[in-house]
Nanobody, 124 residues
Framework: QVQLVESGGGLVQTGGSLRLSCAASGLTSSSYAMGWFRQAPGKEREFVAVISWSGSSAYTTDSVKGRFTISRGNAKNTVYLQMNSLKPEDTAVYYC?????????????????WGQGTQVTVSS
């Protein structure tokens, strides 16, 4: 059974930092890319960041460039999202996702596995 478990969300003031973690288990593919998406109330789920299995490719959406960094743990089954200089518009539920293979994608429908989400709230 595949499980993606996120942690690290919470309430932070504008300009603050949070580090999200996602631990994956039960994935049968020999390699998989992992991404972070977010969904604010009344909005569609949107891409935030993605990293390939090897870690050689990593991308972030323009609105978080220079503030958010995605990385993988040494064991490969953990992915992190370091979020600095947070803004109120970053408030959303953040989801971790995984897809088989090393290819990265910014499209939610290309991800087969999802975590339950963790709330990030940035107060002004």
């Amino acid at each position: 059974q595949v499980q993606l478990v996120e942690s690290g969300g919470g309430l932070v003031q504008t300009g603050g930092s949070l580090r999200l973690s996602c631990a994956a288990s039960g994935l049968t593919s020999s390699s998989y890319a992992m991404g972070w998406f977010r969904q604010a109330p009344g909005k569609e789920r949107e891409f935030v960041a993605v990293i390939s299995w090897s870690g050689s490719s990593a991308y972030t959406t323009d609105s978080v460039k220079g503030r958010f960094t995605i990385s993988r743990g040494n064991a490969k089954n953990t992915v992190y999202l370091q979020m600095n200089s947070l803004k109120p518009e970053d408030t959303a539920v953040y989801y971790c996702a995984a897809r088989g293979g090393d290819g990265v994608s910014v499209t939610p429908k290309n991800y087969a596995y999802w975590g339950q989400g963790t709330q990030v709230t940035v107060s002004s």
